[in-house]
């Protein structure tokens, strides 16, 4: 009885647009037309798999997820560790960290086309760095640069995020269990990898399935990147082909089409990683 307002506001706003997106799915319809939809079946799904543009997209996404996933996953854990082995400031860094996530993706991008403008701070960086002068790096308009660039502005943004999820899981941890490791001989590299990163098991689990499923569904830095001119093709994920495809090319079929195969993709990858690490099997006894 007390989860039905919970389950009534679930249904309308998730479980219903997710039906009808796969019931609008089988339709050819045209966004500005006044015709009724014409029913196709499965004919949008069989020209995404023979489309060459869908299959770029994927790529892209492929490419993008795996450039992010790891490095988010990686270095927010060592900066949680870092944040938790300090007893000053300890609350200034969390903090510090924190605080790019709470902007906007769209004002994030814009923040990074000013750094990654050739006359930005990414170009001065870089040739501050590597000894060189009025070099530009082209972060806007290579494939590689291009890539890298959407990398760097999603890192950027989410690493607090979990960084601050992790420090929660560590916090959560027993201080007895680190207490009776150093008593027993143990240094803090075996403490961390035989009591704190085992114990850590539900936190990476959640951060590992919610890095995924961002990373899946990007699409305001790949936009604003195009929209100020920077070449669509290397970083034409999926979301942002759904988009061109229901709003520039007015097909709304094969853009509903598109959403639902990303979301069989996040949830045969969210499964897949529930499947593996099971969060149950850890206790602190």
């Known amino acids: 009885m007390f989860v039905i307002p919970s389950l009534i506001l679930f249904s309308a706003f998730s479980f219903f647009p997710i039906m009808n997106a796969f019931y609008e799915s089988f339709f050819n319809r045209n966004l500005l037309s006044l015709r009724p939809p014409r029913f196709v079946g499965w004919d949008n799904y069989t020209y995404l798999f023979r489309s060459k543009d869908f299959w770029l997209s994927v790529q892209n996404t492929l490419i993008f997820t795996l450039g992010t996933f790891l490095p988010l996953l990686v270095f927010s854990l060592i900066l949680a560790v870092f944040i938790m082995s300090i007893s000053r400031f300890r609350r200034f860094f969390q903090m510090a960290f924190y605080s790019p996530a709470v902007l906007s993706s769209v004002v994030a991008a814009l923040i990074w086309l000013l750094i990654f403008d050739p006359r930005g701070l990414a ?6 760095l590597l000894g060189t002068a009025g070099i530009n790096y082209n ?6 640069m291009l890539r890298l660039s959407t990398i760097i502005v999603y890192f950027w943004k989410y690493i607090g995020y979990f960084t601050v999820i992790f420090v929660s899981g560590i916090g959560s941890i027993p201080d007895t269990l680190g207490e009776a490791a150093l ?10 990898w035989h009591v704190t990163f085992p114990l850590l098991k539900p936190t990476t689990m959640l951060v590992s399935i919610m890095t995924m499923i961002q ?7 790949q936009y604003m990147f195009t929209s100020a001119g920077a070449p669509t093709r290397p970083i034409n994920v999926i979301t942002l082909n759904i988009y061109n495809t229901a709003i520039k090319d007015y097909r709304i079929g094969r853009a509903t089409a598109m959403s639902i195969l990303l979301f069989v993709v996040m949830f045969v990858f969210t499964w897949l990683q529930l499947r593996v690490s099971r969060t149950e099997d850890v206790s602190y006894t």
Do not use: V
């Not at 170009?123 to 501050?128: D, I, L, P, R, V």
């Not at 990373?215 to 830095?221: D, E, G, R």
């Open 183 to 192: 008593i027993d001989g143990a240094n803090r590299w075996t403490l961390f």
């Open 215 to 221: 990373c899946l569904k990007t699409f305001s830095t």
């Open 123 to 128: 170009n001065q960086g870089m040739n501050a």
């Open 139 to 144: 972060w806007l308009s290579t494939t590689g």
